[in-house]
């Protein structure tokens, strides 16, 4: 339910609109002056305040810029009410920051409307300020080996400024999580973060999500049309006015794209597909490859020019491999985050598994810790402490595995056979029944050997 805060000196204003919008589904409250006001917000939360900007005890306009002051998360609109309605007033009202202006005698349709836009409002930003906090939060790089406390150093440094960023490192190393690191904490905090993965969108389209395109230009061929889009997008450019554009794996953006983005980073004016008038936008550009760009630039597939503008200031992300004191504090962050998914959030990892993890070189990087820890977590379902034994066989390719690890024949025998299930199990997508099929056993065969060797078995 949401609740309303109605402030006005007249009762019956204030009885009629509580009625009124209780049979709404409304919360209501009411106060006859900005003192009475003041006890009901310390007292609760409301989602809109109707305030009069006449009260007997204090103006209304001033009620209002204290209100304006309070933390976002228990902030509500206001929407303020006067029987003296003047363009000055209202233009006072929206610039202390309120949400709307109605004037007395109120209409009733107008003033519900009003409040549900209200309320909605309310709703969006209270979801935009946890979102912010959760994004500001999931920006931190963890680990503290030299390489990782350098780049924050680095985005200490160079988020503050508007200076292009070019982020270089391998696939999975968290190219996107430093480019969220370094708007989180530049000028631009407050504004929207846009992302745009240049190897996953088609040629054909690519353009248009940059760009965007108007009414007429998928009927007039400047961009394939499809069922159900819509006759005009706004680009990620657009969008990112204010704000952050972030476009991932640039390298393989098209030399015909290439020279189009030249020409809006230059002056921060482009036109949509389609378009006849040219928008200017304020975007901070924070652009990523795996590739390496001179390569590219000498084979003829990537501009000289282009990679200049955006190669203001360079970061490089190292892969797992080069920090691997690193690898245990990421596997028990990512082990917190996927236990709190599964509803499991006491789960610990043992030393002799940190060790493996370590051991290993990790060609997909943080990416790949990330996917095995959640595959841990699924096929052990029963397990409270995370142990060797329940790691898959990957993270032992890289070589580090002997003889010398197993006292007995048998130990060797049950390793290596419970490997071997794991990965059919894997190959089988966690289906038993499958997996039983591929090993050549009964399903109940198959479940007994998964319970000598220690592997979680789904009912």
Same mark, same amino acid.
């Given at each position: ?210 760009? /965007? ?11 394939? /049309? ?24 640039? /390298? ?208």
């Amino acid at each position: 339910m949401n609740h309303i805060l109605v402030v006005d000196d007249e009762a019956e204003i204030r009885s009629s609109l509580e009625e009124i919008l209780r049979e709404e589904g409304y919360g209501v409250a009411t106060a006859g002056n900005a003192a009475e006001a003041q006890e009901r917000l310390d007292d609760a939360a409301y989602d809109v305040i109707l305030l009069d900007i006449w009260l007997p005890d204090r103006d209304g306009l001033e009620v209002l810029a204290d209100i304006h002051q309070s933390p976002a998360e228990r902030r509500p609109e206001v929407v303020i009410v006067s029987g003296h309605g003047t363009i000055e007033a209202a233009v006072k009202a929206t610039k202390l920051g309120a949400y709307d202006f109605l004037e007395k005698p109120l209409s009733l349709d107008r003033t519900l409307i009003v409040l549900k836009n209200a309320v909605e409002a309310r709703r969006l930003r209270a979801e935009n300020t946890e979102f912010k906090r959760q994004f500001c939060a999931s920006s931190a790089l963890t680990g503290d080996s030299v390489p990782v406390k350098a780049l924050r150093q680095q985005i200490r440094l160079m988020a503050p400024t508007n200076g292009r960023v070019l982020i270089y490192g391998e696939s999975g190393t968290g190219k996107e999580l430093i480019a969220r690191a370094i708007h989180a904490e530049s000028l631009r905090r407050d504004g929207i973060f846009v992302e745009l993965n240049c190897a996953a969108i088609p040629e054909a389209y690519i353009e248009a999500e940059l760009f /965007g395109y108007r009414h007429g230009a998928i009927g007039q061929g400047l961009i394939p /049309g499809s069922q159900g889009a819509p006759s005009e997008n706004r680009g990620t450019l657009e969008r990112a006015d204010g704000g952050t554009l972030f476009l991932d794996e640039v /390298g393989d953006m098209s030399l015909k794209t290439q020279t189009k983005v030249l020409s809006a980073l230059d002056d921060q004016l482009f036109t949509p597909v389609g378009g006849t008038q040219p928008l200017r936008v304020d975007v901070r550009l924070i652009a990523a490859t795996n590739k390496d760009l001179e390569e590219e630039i000498a084979k003829g597939n990537f501009r000289e020019d282009l990679f200049y503008r955006l190669n203001v200031v360079p970061f490089f992300v190292p892969p797992l491999r080069e920090r691997k004191q690193d690898i245990p504090p990421l596997a028990r962050e990512f082990l917190a985050e996927f236990g709190r998914q599964y509803g499991r959030p006491r789960i610990e990892i043992g030393e002799e598994a940190l060790q493996a993890l370590a051991q290993y070189h990790w060609p997909g990087n943080v990416r790949e810790l990330k996917n095995v820890v959640e595959r841990v977590l699924i096929l052990n379902p029963r397990a409270l402490r995370i142990e060797r034994k329940h790691l898959p066989p990957l993270t032992y390719k890289a070589g580090t595995r002997s003889t010398e690890e197993f006292s007995t024949l048998q130990q060797a025998r049950d390793a290596y056979e419970r490997e071997y299930i794991l990965k059919k199990i894997e190959e089988a997508h966690n289906n038993i029944s499958q997996a039983a099929e591929l090993l050549g056993l009964e399903r109940s065969h198959l479940y007994r050997k998964m319970k000598a060797l220690g592997i979680g078995v789904r009912e």
